[in-house]
């Protein structure tokens, strides 16, 4: 896979950053997501879809990102709309 977003972090710290991967090559797309052990990793998403709405992407467009957490074994795959990258969570019919 040559482009994906990365979100890593957890909420026992409530710290999140945001990357952008393209052929390989991270680039942190904001400031981390900092102190919010509620609602942290919905605003790390928002902050994905608000990058690429910006940089001319529909709201039906998909992308791929993975959620790290310090320690875990498996890191999650998840393919979104940039419509529900915007809205933060999971929806109804998701395309995970």
Not at 16 to 21: C, D
Request: aromatic letters at 12%; proline letters at 3%; charged letters at 20%.
């Amino acid at each position: 896979m040559d482009h994906y977003f990365r979100i890593e972090g957890c909420r026992e710290t409530g710290t999140y950053f945001v990357y952008e991967i393209t052929n390989g090559i991270a680039k942190e797309i904001s400031e981390p997501v900092v102190g919010m052990r509620t609602g942290g990793l919905k605003k790390a998403r928002q902050t994905i879809g608000q990058y690429l709405l910006k940089n001319g992407h529909s709201l039906s467009s998909s992308f791929t990102h993975y959620c790290i957490k310090p320690g875990r074994k498996k890191n999650y795959v998840h393919n979104w709309t940039v419509e529900q990258y915007l809205v933060g969570v999971p929806m109804v019919n998701s395309i995970d």
